[in-house]
């Protein structure tokens, strides 16, 4: 397995065995790698001939009362990890290769991220798209790889390639989980034991919705009652959705005639979890 | 010369050719050819195998009060001219191809874009912006030309690639002129006669600028004043601005220690027009 750190290195490595007809799969992360990162390097091993990761805590894409500076940084742990699963090449770029002074040019993000996380977290969207982009532009890959525990995320880099006809597949993956379903995440290793065992409950509301489903009711103000009274009896500190939406266009649903998405945002301590679940109509 | 309406005839017809080693030019253009476009597109095709010129009315880019409905389209004319000058090839999308129902993300510009046009023309930097990455990702093309004319528009496009890292050179071109200095623009043919007479104001005050550096004026003032003079003595209609500013960040330079550029932008009768030119210190 090969860091890299600046662009000028990316080209020289990747760009020869691109043009030798290697396919270069991508997945992003902001480090601090658990077991849903890995399984999308897995995935781009699976598919791809080159499987490339990049770590970079992304500034743009906090809010300044965000958790930035204290977002976890576990580079050692980091590369040990995706060495031992056979990654091939990892980005690490510094905060001036990517943002050079001067760096102005931003992209205005899709409708899709206009609400929830866009709502809640303003300029997160635009941070996270800029960033996306950037990598696209710098490293050759045909596909890239994004968990679908992010799904306002995956629907916001969609419509963006789609818009700006960026040409790369974006390959949305499911989301891994811990044994009793908590959605896998960098933050959760901020949680207190005590918390840990809360932060299940956005797992029980999000089954919960899919059970009333699955038991015919029909009544969407209803099923989102449901989840919050889950979520309230936990209790959670706070709750910033809990909703069904539109999978594509992430839009409120009054109807259940097709797939929806369930979606929760809420605070466990001082930590602000989030999880999704695509519901399966009868 | 092929003339091709869709992203995916782009792809069936450029990548093969891209892939046998071709180094494609690109000149984006919003039609109504003049000189000043088709030197654009020999530089393509003197620097390239393949030069393509892309014809698109860019409605992003127009603010409401402004020319987009009258903007010249003369296609046939167009192509005549492309065709008798060795353009192989000839993107011309309709508005569904480059905006289809949806389409949302756009560029925020950078920096540059702030002042002078993007002040006036709010949002029209934006639209530029977005339309030429949008070709940029469709076709593969290695270089891009623009026309020194528009001269903040060529910082915007620049900055922009760096800071996106897209993958492309852009290569700025003189601006062309009519014989008594009059830059080509397709506006130009919005001019009443007696118009076309004021209309070369624009040149003579920036001549008048470099004449005065010759003489050894460094007042940056003074000269800015006589650019005005030379505007108010024609008179055109109205000066939106006649500044010296800097040729990288376009901010305004009080000192001469090294190259500027004077920019104009005038309404002469109902037509906007713009210039500038690249002033030589001693």
Known sequence: MKVLSSPEEIYAQLDFLRRQGNRIGLVPTMGALHDGHLSLVREAKRECDIAVTTIFVNPSQFGPNEDFAKYPRTLDSDLEQLSAIGCDFVFVPSNDHIYPPGHTTFIEPPAVAANWEGKIRPGHFRGVATIVL???????ARVAYFGRKDYQQVAVISAMVRDLNVPILIQPCETVREPDGLAM????????????VRAIGLWHALSKAQSMIDDGFRNVAQIESAMR?????????????????DPESMEPRTDLDSPVVAIIAARVGTTRLIDNSLLRIQ
Do not use: Q
């Open 229 to 245: 009274e889950i979520l309230n009896k936990v209790p959670v500190d706070s709750i910033d959705y809990a909703a069904i939406v």
């Open 185 to 196: 995440s960098s933050r959760n290793r901020y949680l207190s034991a005590a918390d840990r």
């Open 134 to 140: 950037k990598l696209f532009n710098m490293l050759p």
